[in-house]
T-cell receptor, first 115, second 113 residues
Framework: EAGVAQSPRYKIIEKRQSVAFWCNPI?????LYWYQQILGQGPKLLIQ????????DSQLPKDRFSAERLKGVDSTLKIQPAKLEDSAVYLC?????????????FGPGTRLTVL | QKEVEQDPGPLSVPEGAIVSLNCTYS??????FMWYRQYSRKGPELLMY????GNKEDGRFTAQVDKSSKYISLFIRDSQPSDSATYLC?????????????FGKGTHLIIQP
């Protein structure tokens, strides 16, 4: 089965600009997560979706970050306006499917550099 | 105090050695414990998944959880150069691992040929 797809793989922007990331989870996975991984740190959960509803967005900086998952499949994460401290790898993960295991499958991530 | 503490290393050992990695945590609500391996410029991939206290073995890998001490470990036997990567411990509460995960910083492991 195909893995979690993310695009773009790399993005460089100036501070105060806007940026959007896209994620396509594994087919049939109802749960989708966005994590932020700053260099030298472990991933930190930003938001969790169950189908197209938000389960947990307690750590999402809502003044600048937004995310949506229309139709319960693909998801986009947006930052507007970006700050220097937003430089990180943004990882998308999905879980679910027929086996209903607890494993979260991660995509390769989008590496964001804010100058 | 962070919820999950993990020594970032780097930890360098010769090929064939037994490797011991560990994490401590403070949140007693954590019940599901995982170890992920992350190669450079890749997403994390699940290595081991355990529930509550006890041991679990899978090939060269053994995961141990001691909830009374809030301490988890991953042992790698007969380490290989291909095991060189960052190892992340991760935990979640009562959602069966379906909750968002809380990760440690990761330990950078280097296996010298």
């Amino acid at each position: 089965e195909a893995g979690v797809a993310q695009s773009p793989r790399y993005k460089i922007i100036e501070k105060r600009q806007s940026v959007a990331f896209w994620c396509n989870p594994i087919s049939g996975h109802a749960t989708l997560y966005w994590y932020q991984q700053i260099l030298g740190q472990g991933p930190k959960l930003l938001i969790q979706f169950q189908n197209n509803g938000v389960v947990d967005d307690s750590q999402l900086p809502k003044d600048r970050f937004s995310a949506e998952r229309l139709k319960g499949v693909d998801s986009t994460l947006k930052i507007q306006p970006a700050k220097l401290e937003d430089s990180a790898v943004y990882l998308c993960a999905s879980r679910g499917g027929r086996a209903q295991t607890n494993e979260q499958f991660f995509g390769p991530g989008t590496r964001l550099t804010v100058l | 105090q962070k919820e999950v503490e993990q020594d970032p290393g780097p930890l360098s050992v010769p090929e064939g050695a037994i490797v011991s990695l560990n994490c401590t945590y403070s949140n007693s609500a954590f019940q599901y414990f995982m170890w992920y391996r992350q190669y450079s410029r890749k997403g994390p991939e699940l290595l081991m998944y355990t529930y509550s206290s006890g041991n679990k073995e899978d090939g060269r890998f053994t995961a141990q959880v001691d909830k009374s001490s809030k301490y988890i470990s991953l042992f790698i036997r007969d380490s290989q150069p291909s095991d060189s990567a960052t190892y992340l411990c991760a935990m979640s509460g009562s959602g069966g691992g379906a909750d968002g995960l809380t990760f440690g910083k990761g330990t950078h492991l280097i296996i010298q040929p």
